[in-house]
């Protein structure tokens, strides 16, 4: 029974891990070039704040 835990842990998991890794981001969405233009002018103004 061991060796299959070991099998699944070296074998398998690294593969499933990677999997689940590119599924995280090929599911990522993008920012529109407005909701990307909208977060640099809040960056823009949190900088000037702290100036």
Known sequence: ???????????????????????????RRRLTPEERAARDEKTRELYQDRR
Not at 5 to 20: E, Q, R
């Open 1 to 27: 029974m061991a060796e299959y835990l070991w099998f699944f842990a070296v074998g398998i998991a690294p593969f499933l891990v990677a999997g689940l890794v590119v599924y995280a981001l090929l599911r």
